[in-house]
Antibody, heavy 127, light 107 residues
C-alpha cells in the first residue's frame, strides 16, 4: 500500500526547534515531490512548503509564514523527507501533514496537487 | 499570493441531495485547481485534480468543472459518507493556497 507516515511531533517551548520526518513506502520516493501542510486546532488547511524531486531540481518553496525558519530536506536512499522547524512560535501549533506532490508530466513544471497524505503528527508550541 | 475563496462556508443538506461548492481564485490558476475531502481527525483526501479529473478510487458522484478563476465541485447525490469538509487548492503558483473550506452537514 502506498503510504506516508509522519513522526517527530510533540510539545516544544517557543523559540526551540523540532524536526519532523515523513517516511514513504510502496512507491519510488525519489521520483516524487514532497509537500508539507498543517492545520491549527479548529482551523483550515495551510500549505507550508514543498520540495521537488532531484530529477526536477530538488529545489524548495515555502509559505511566507515559515520562510527562513523551516527547512525541507530529503534522503531518497531512506525514502524519508524532513521538516526542520526552528524558532518555533505558539502560532506554529498544528497537526502537520506530509503529502506527495503529483507532477504534471506534460510540463514537468506544474503539479496536480497532493495525491497521497500521511496521517499527521501534532506539534504543540507552548511554554 | 493567490487567494482562494470558497462558498458557502457551510451547508446543511440531506442524503440524496445535489451539492455544489464553488471556489474562486483571485487571479487565473489555469486548470491547476484541486479538491480535497477531510473528515474530523483524518488527513485530507484528494478527490479531483486539474479542475475536472477524478482521482482513482473516488466515486463518480463527485465531479469538478471550471478554469481560470471560477471552479465548482458537485456531488450528484449526497451519501452518508460524504458529510465532511471540502477544500479547494491551487497548484499553479507558489505559494500554494487552500480555500477556507466548506463544511457539509446533515440537515
Amino acid at each position: 500500500e502506498v503510504q506516508l507516515v509522519e513522526s517527530g511531533g510533540g510539545l516544544v517551548q517557543p523559540g526551540r526547534s523540532l524536526r519532523l520526518s515523513c517516511t514513504a513506502s510502496a512507491f519510488t520516493f525519489g521520483d516524487d515531490a514532497v509537500s508539507w501542510a498543517r492545520q491549527a486546532p479548529g482551523k483550515g488547511l495551510e500549505w507550508v512548503g514543498f520540495m521537488r524531486s532531484k530529477t526536477h531540481g530538488g529545489t524548495t518553496e515555502y509559505a511566507a509564514s515559515v520562510k527562513g525558519r523551516f527547512t525541507i530536506s530529503r534522503d531518497d536512499s531512506k525514502s524519508i523527507a524532513y521538516l526542520q522547524m526552528n524558532s518555533l512560535k505558539v502560532d506554529d501549533t498544528a497537526v502537520y501533514f506530509c503529502a506527495r506532490g503529483n507532477v504534471d508530466t506534460t510540463t514537468n513544471i506544474y503539479y496536480y496537487g497532493m495525491d497521497v497524505w500521511g496521517q499527521g503528527t501534532t506539534v504543540t508550541v507552548s511554554s | 499570493d493567490i487567494q482562494m475563496t470558497q462558498s458557502p462556508s457551510s451547508l446543511s443538506t440531506s442524503v440524496g441531495d445535489r451539492v455544489t461548492i464553488t471556489c474562486r481564485a483571485s487571479q487565473s490558476v489555469s486548470f491547476y485547481l484541486n479538491w480535497y475531502e477531510q473528515k474530523p481527525g483524518k488527513a485530507p483526501k484528494l478527490l479531483i485534480f486539474a479542475a475536472s479529473n477524478l482521482q482513482s478510487g473516488v466515486p463518480s458522484r463527485f465531479s469538478g468543472s471550471g478554469s481560470g478563476t471560477d471552479f465548482t465541485l458537485t456531488i450528484s447525490s449526497l451519501q452518508p459518507d460524504d458529510f465532511a469538509t471540502y477544500y479547494c487548492q491551487q497548484s499553479y503558483r507558489f505559494p500554494w493556497t487552500f480555500g477556507q473550506g466548506t463544511k457539509v452537514e446533515i440537515k
